[in-house]
């Protein structure tokens, strides 16, 4: 299959089937669009990409992971207005992952979120969500959809992965409710559906995707078996026009998602001086070391591929054009890319334009800690 059609995805069509994942970009410093922003996004579409995902869009204060995070409120809408025709000016569509962070929050003097009181690895407590926040919550995402509909969003994507809220009730370990909300896995899963509909009947003209765990990898987290059953759930609620396939856990096991070199050093140099001998301890057991092959989530995908009839977007690893090709001829309907499009924004038109056949990439994950400054390849701009 040709990568560089026109493909639908939804009510969509995008010029091609290469996306550019969500990604924490880091330019916004004051919870507002920045021109910074609008270029980082002006710059992967003019690289050929055939969407741009903006990341993350949290539907409230309570759901963003620091200070810098956009926040869906009315104010927002001008700006990323901006941002979205900066990115259609391109030729690509805008996409905009939205969210809420849950036990990932880090929000200063506000509590976090989550199925169940915890204390998160950055010593901070969440409280369980009561049936009021859950309704907030969903009311929030509801909201949100339409701001970024009149902000002029072509496809949201709905952050169910990395142990944020959605996750977090998904998983066994973090979700030890005995309400509705908990226990078995159809009580664990009803936030994702309840929030998949409401963004669903929000936005009705977008297309609407969901970032969704394969596998949690940490013991006792959502595994690959019970994540199938919740694509089937979805699929069948007929809510969402693609799932993406993703894995990990922010608050416990990173690295499962990322693959290759653990950045400890670097992430060490970001906290203040007083944790970082506490880090060099604790990081060697949050920031594990798997080693990084091409499409390393490609073999457990293709689980999903064969039993949820659903379109998939294949995210991980993905840097050469016979991957991409390979990928697609397999029935991904797209694929994403994330680290490689950081190095070179231009990839795409130069893969089409036979000029690479593969990224320049290293998978260092240099970039990684880069998210609390600016997100960058620190290879290329230190």
Known sequence: MDPFLPATLGPLTVRNRIIKAATFEGRSPKRT????????????????????????????????????????TD??????????????????????QIGHAGPVANVRGVPALAPSAMVTPALKRARAATEDDLDRVVGAFAAGAKRLAEAGFDALEVHMGHNYLISAFLSPRLNRRRDRWGGPLDNRARLARRVARAVREAAPALAVTAKLNMADGVRGGLDVDESLAVAGMLRDDGTLDALELTVGSSLANPMFLFRGPPPRREFAATLPPVLRPGFAVAGRFLFRNYPFEEAY????????????????ILLGGINRLDTIRDALGEGFAFVAMARALLREPDLVNRMREGAASAATCVHCNKCVPTIYRRTRCALDDP
């Open 33 to 72: 669009v920045t021109p910074d922003l609008v270029e980082f996004h002006r710059r992967i579409a003019a690289g050929g990409v055939g969407m741009s995902t903006v990341a993350f869009c949290a539907v409230s204060l309570d759901g963003t992971t620091d200070g810098h995070q956009l926040v869906l």
């Open 297 to 312: 989530l490609r073999p457990l995908a293709r689980r999903f591929l064969a039993e949820v009839r659903m379109p998939l």
């Open 75 to 96: 104010d927002a809408v001008p700006g990323l207005r901006t941002l979205t025709d900066a990115i259609h000016g391109e030729g690509a569509a805008a996409a905009a």
